[in-house]
């Protein structure tokens, strides 16, 4: 564990080295600024509650969109995953959706329901459902039919079968699923945000592109990557880990 640590904060540095470099190259903070140079703007935008207000809402879309993604590509995956005939039905809409480019269903949704909260949402949570889907659904074709029997033969209820039988077994899957989503739901939100939004994260990215200051792009960008890392390495990575012990026992 120690031995991770240090080798994810020597790979960090060694990004911050090359950052260094890469600003000393240009010479122009206009392009590139130091990394000591967003400590101003940073302090600026924090002390003024503005930066908060729109890392909130941004990460507000994420859960929103998250949870929604989960839950329906969850459902699906499982059926999909038990029964070949409604995986035979609906795996051309799955390879469909899995295709569709990202900015067509966030256009196609501002277009159909508007400029809209709800439609942000959606945009997101439709683009991510369908990889969700496919990763439950190879772990539901996966489930021990060993268990599975058993389950049957001591007739085990509904539920307490879903708990102690089906869920463990899925357990992986759903937090690789959940580790890969919150990686892409977080940047499609920021592209919804830029498309249609007047806050977040990806609207103030939008503002600052328009006035070509780099410094406000990197500080809104690198608050919202250092929250997203914070769920990922407080939140993800040990819950995977917990769910993943029992294949190793």
């Known amino acids: 564990m120690t031995r991770g640590v240090g080798a994810t904060a020597l790979s960090l540095l060694g990004l911050l080295g090359l950052w260094i470099v890469a ?103 439709l683009n991510k459902i369908p990889n969700v889907t496919t990763v439950i659904r190879e772990g539901a074709r ?3 039919p060993d268990l599975d029997a058993m389950a049957a033969v001591y007739r085990m209820p509904f539920i307490d079968r879903l708990r102690h039988v089906v869920l463990p077994q899925l357990a992986p899957y759903m937090a690789a699923a959940a580790r890969s989503g919150i990686a892409v739901i977080w940047k499609i939100v920021l592209v919804v945000e830029f498309l249609g939004r007047s806050s977040g994260v990806g609207f103030k990215i939008h503002l600052y592109f328009q006035l070509f200051d780099v410094a406000m792009v990197l500080v809104y960008a690198f608050s919202f990557i250092a929250v997203m890392l914070a769920v990922e390495w407080l939140a993800l990575q040990p819950w995977e880990r917990r769910v993943r012990r029992w294949r190793a026992a």
């Open 23 to 125: 600003a000393e190259i240009t010479a122009d903070p206009t392009v590139l600024p130091q990394p000591w140079a967003l400590i101003a703007p940073f302090g600026k935008a924090l002390a003024s509650g503005e930066l908060l207000y729109h890392l909130g809402h941004t990460l507000l879309r994420v859960a929103w969109a998250f949870v929604l993604a989960m839950s329906v590509g969850c459902v699906l995956g499982v059926v999909m995953g038990r029964s070949e005939r409604v995986n035979q039905w609906l795996d051309p809409w799955l390879v469909v959706f899995l295709n569709l480019p990202a900015l067509v269903l966030i256009v196609l949704c501002y277009l159909w329901i508007g400029l809209t909260e709800a439609a942000a949402i959606a945009a997101v949570t």
């Open 142 to 144: 996966a489930l021990s």
